[in-house]
Nanobody, 122 residues
Framework: QVQLVESGGGLVQAGGSLRLSCVHS????????MGWYRQAPGKQRELVAA???????RYVDSVKGRFTISRDNAKNTVILQMDSLKPEDTAVYYC????????????????WGQGTQVTVSS
């Protein structure tokens, strides 16, 4: 069973920083990307940042220059460093792993963490 465990959310003032960490357990045949999504009340879940196994990153425009995603393949960990936080960053943040658990699976699938709350006060 693949499990994703997130940590690092909380309450911070605007301009502050938080560091989210996600560790996945359970063997995977291959991992395509690891990333973070967020969902604010009344809004759809959106991709915040993702990183491929080769280290290529992508970010939603609203966080470029403020958030940094990194990954430690040996430790099955993905980190989201969030700086210069704004009230509009307030959301539940979800860790995501996209990959194949077994060699027999024809397609990549998504695995999700339970989410961690990030609240930025003005």
């Amino acid at each position: 069973q693949v499990q994703l465990v997130e940590s690092g959310g909380g309450l911070v003032q605007a301009g502050g920083s938080l560091r989210l960490s996600c560790v996945h357990s359970g063997s995977m045949f291959s991992i395509n990307t690891m990333g973070w999504y967020r969902q604010a009340p009344g809004k759809q879940r959106e991709l915040v940042a993702a990183i491929t196994s080769g280290g290529t990153t992508r970010y939603v425009d609203s966080v470029k220059g403020r958030f940094t995603i990194s990954r430690d393949n040996a430790k099955n960990t993905v980190i989201l460093q969030m700086d210069s936080l704004k009230p509009e960053d307030t959301a539940v943040y979800y860790c995501n792993v996209n990959g194949r658990r077994y060699i027999s699976e024809p397609y990549n699938r998504d695995y999700w963490g339970q989410g961690t709350q990030v609240t930025v006060s003005s």
